[in-house]
Every structure is written in C-alpha cells, then in structure tokens.
C-alpha cells in the first residue's frame, strides 16, 4: 500500500485520514491502528458483519477450505463461466473505465475481476472483501490489484471515490440487501457507474436453491426494488432485467456444500449438472426470463451526489 493510495481510504469507525506508521494505518482523527497483512490493508470494526447472514467467520471458513478453493478454480477455468460474463456485464460501458478507479465489492476468490482487467485495461483495480484468506486469494491471481479487507456497511474507503463499482452475487448476503446496495451506492462519483447482479430467488433458481438448503444465508431482492434503490441515491438506470444460464449459477452456489461421496454430490456433478450446461445453449442467445434466469441485474449512472 503506497501513500498514495491513501486519498480513497478512510477509518471505518471515525472516517478520518490515514497515514503508514511504523508497517500499520494509523487513523490521524481516533488513532486506531490497523494492521496491514502482505499488502492487504485490514480495515475491520469489532462488529463487522456481525448481525448479517453470514459472518467474518463464516467467509473466513469458505476460503480456508481446499475443496473450496479447488471448486473455485475448476469454475473459473470453465469456459462457461465466460459465457455468462459476457452476458453479465454486457451492460457496462466498459470503455470509459480505462484508466479509471474501478472497485469489486466481494472480491473474495473473484471470478470476475481478471476477465475485467482483460476488458477494460488499464485501469486502477481496487478489491474489498470481508475475510482475509478471501482478500489473499485475490491478490495472487491479480497482483495488479489493490485489495482490502473491509465491510461494504462500514466502508474502508471515501464516498464518491469510484468510477466504477461492482459486485456479483453479494448482497444477497446481507439481512437487507437494499441497504447493501445503497452502501455501494454511495461510492460511486457523479458520472460513475454501479452494476450489481444477485440472485433471483424468486423464480425456479430460487426453488432449485431450496432443494439444496442454500437459502439460509440468503435474502432475495427484487429486479424493482434493485432500481428503487439506485434511483433514491441518485442514480439514473441504464440497463437491468435478469441474466444468465443454470449451470455456472449451480456451480458458483455450490462450495463446500456436498460431501463428494454423497448420492446426491453424484448426482449433481454427473446428471444434474451436464444437463443444466445444455440451458445455457437458449442463454447464449438472451433468452433471459423472470421464471428462469438465475441473475437478476441493474446497472446504473450516478447523475448527483447525495
């Protein structure tokens, strides 16, 4: 971390400045210290994702398991996966992010932020995720970047910093996912662009979550209330509706969740599975719907400051 990457940065208890003292952040306003693990700033609160659906712990769990981690490099290996981007972010103008800030919200073991690099390069890339062995996975498949540990509800950076926020199937997570949403909101610039895919638990992904027990660290939100939000902190909608095909959906929802011993492990990687790829066949060709899109999407411009 350099001093001059300290300008988007702010304490996430008293939004003061930062200064490097001594291998640490030093808040100049409450004084707090934050340790600074490899490169990875850790700009946490004590209640950090304390009262949402799932934990620091939680994550930190997810990224420290080997089967995880392996199941999240076999999925981004897959060429399907990048299928399902180019539908995904098909909606961003990605042109004028090049040499811009741009910020991934939930950037733990990210799928996406490499093929962005591809696309809109250069860039100054910024990550933020809540657990640290998610941060540490993200840094090393993308050395460029500039990753923090930190909490979208108490954010580690500056309002208005960002030309570019994004985030894919994160605020989800969270007990109220359009408060989640406005937080990325608000570090947005004006002229800046927001785009943020979750979910669609309502429809058959939804259904298809509850036969695998999924929706307990879940809280769905709707295409409408996604535009409400963006809408109320000031944005103008460019683009949303739902997205994708099944089997990149069943597979990035699937980490650690099934004993591969298990019937049931056999039969979603050996049946279920190759079946759902064949969906994405009618996906490639955007016939995205409410009852069967596994992604709901808005994309939106930033037109004032509040």
């Known amino acids: ?3 001059k990457d300290l300008s988007l940065l702010q304490c996430p208890r008293c939004e003061g400045d930062f200064q490097i003292h001594k291998e640490k952040l030093r808040c100049n306003k409450c004084n707090s210290f934050y340790d600074i693990y490899d490169g990875i700033p850790i700009l946490l609160t004590e209640d950090a994702a304390r009262e949402e659906k799932t ?28 299928f399902e981007m180019a539908g995904i972010f098909n909606a961003i103008p990605a ?25 809109i390069s250069p860039a100054s890339f910024w990550g933020m995720d809540i657990s640290l062995p998610g941060c540490k996975i993200t840094l090393y498949r993308n050395p460029y970047a500039k990753i923090v540990c930190g909490d979208i509800m108490n954010p580690p950076f500056r309002k208005n910093s960002f030309d570019f926020v994004y985030s894919v199937g994160l605020i989800h997570h969270f007990y109220s996912p359009y408060d989640a949403l406005a937080a990325h909101a608000n570090l947005v610039k004006a002229g ?9 638990l309502f429809a058959l992904p939804g259904k298809i979550l509850d036969i695998f027990s999924y929706k307990k660290t879940m809280v769905g939100i709707t295409r409408e209330k996604m535009e409400e939000c963006l809408v109320e902190n000031g944005f ?3 683009k949303s509706g739902y997205i994708g095909g099944l089997q990149p ?9 099934l004993d591969k011993f298990s019937l049931l492990y056999v039969l979603f990687r050996n049946i279920i599975s190759p079946l759902a790829s064949l ?12 009852f069967l899109s596994p992604f709901i999407f808005v994309c939106g411009r930033k037109i004032s400051n509040y």
């Open 279 to 290: 969906s994405n066949i009618a996906f490639m060709f955007r016939l995205n719907s409410y």
């Open 192 to 200: 800046g662009v927001l785009f943020c895919a979750t979910p669609n």
């Open 55 to 82: 934990s620091v712990t939680y994550w930190d769990n997810v990224w420290r398991d080997k089967k995880n981690i392996r199941e999240n490099e076999r999925v981004k290996k897959k060429s399907e996966i990048y």
């Open 236 to 238: 103008e909608i460019i």
């Open 249 to 257: 959906f069943l597979m990035l929802e699937s980490y650690g969740s």
């Open 95 to 119: 042109r004028e992010f090049i040499g811009k800030n741009v910020l991934e919200v939930g950037c733990g073991g990210s799928l996406f932020m490499d093929y962005l690099n591809k696309k």
């Open 1 to 3: 971390m350099l001093e």
